[in-house]
């Protein structure tokens, strides 16, 4: 068996929200919202369409083209989701 270096390996207990829901712009998202506490209390929001994930806080959502790059949308369908997950995201805690 080979040697590994592991820099961190850790078990904890999450919560995950599924979300399917159709914008105005009828774009269709298919999302999973898990909930732990690393990443300073954001997100990890998962496209389940793409496989695209990212680590998500409310500062992440101020970024201009943050969403259009991280899961290729286009510019309204990125203003749909955005105004979708700052229902979700909240502020960010810092725990550490």
Excluded: C, W
Aim: no cysteine.
């Amino acid at each position: 068996m080979p040697e590994y270096d592991f820099m961190s390996d850790t078990t904890e207990q999450t919560t995950t929200r599924f979300v399917t829901f159709i914008t105005p712009g009828m774009k269709r998202f298919d999302l999973a919202v898990t909930t732990t506490n690393r990443f300073y209390g954001k997100k990890l929001v998962t496209d389940l369409q793409s496989g695209k994930t990212a680590i998500i806080g409310a500062d992440d959502l101020e970024e201009e083209g943050y969403l259009e790059h991280t899961f290729q949308l286009s510019e309204e369908e990125a203003a749909e989701l955005g105004q979708f997950l700052y229902l979700v995201v909240g502020t960010v805690n810092f725990t550490d």
